[in-house]
């Protein structure tokens, strides 16, 4: 394993884990008056300034190319827009544990794309682990739990929008692009895509206290000018099937941050599917160093 791999490994687990910190500060400002579509539009917009900052003291600059234009807009609005408002709305239908199992079809979508489309052969180390990665996510579905045929619909449908964007964002390969930039122009993208919406649906509606705005502003740094700058350069490094799976650690951390924050339950299932997930992460690490070794 090189360690540029390692690097990659630590981005995407990393982002998975604030990601899985989202619900917690989420839950304070949807208390403020914020709504999804809202939250969402402002974690785009907040991050703006800080990206356009970091673009330039990385010493890189805000240049793109016309090629990668379409791919950047299509990555944007799967991945920062689309994908999140299916999500957000398949919790007004079902808890958020049950639409988390659906949603987490992803890893297996973009190891069928990989292979559908590059004629990729995917290795027996690759295999388990996605068996391992959603044998565990599954459990953490609270028996007896109500499924919502909407919902769940919805919650499937994020999946599939979030598998098309690790897919595209791991195809894009960044293409000499500044990191930071290309995070840039995602999130500009997804603004645009989210206020249309907003506007059109009624539904902006911003916090209504000064301390609602700054946990929002926190949200956004922490979200995206952190979690979705590492998670994008993390599957530049070590492509979309590893990173797709690696990205499991995220409903783990929600399960942790639950129970500590809100003293949710967590039963033997919960703990098993942890423990799988984590076995899947391993099992990738060690096949990678394997084929190493082989060459």
Known sequence: MTKQNIKGYAFIILSAVIFGCMPLMAKHIYSDGVNSITLVLMRNL????????????SGGSLKISARALPSVGLIGIFGCAVTPLLLFSSYNFMASGSATVFHF????????LEILTRKSKAGLGNIMSLLLCVGGVAMFYTPGAEISL?????????????AIYIF??????????????FSFYVSLVACAVLFI???ISGQLAFPKSVFGWVLSVAFAL?????AVVLFQRGTFIIGGERAAILSTFEPITSIIVGAIAFSESVGPLTVLGSILVVAASVLIAL???IKLKSK
């Open 46 to 57: 907040f991050s703006l300034p800080l990206l356009l900052a970091l673009a330039f003291i």
């Open 150 to 162: 909407a919902g769940g619909a919805l919650a499937l449908a994020s999946g599939l929008t979030y």
């Open 197 to 199: 919406v907003a506007l």
């Open 105 to 112: 079809v992803y890893p297996a979508i973009v190891v069928i």
């Open 168 to 181: 595209l964002l791991s195809s894009f390969g960044s293409k000499g692009t500044n990191t930071f930039a």
């Open 222 to 226: 922490l979200v995206n000018g952190l």
């Open 287 to 289: 096949s990678d160093k």
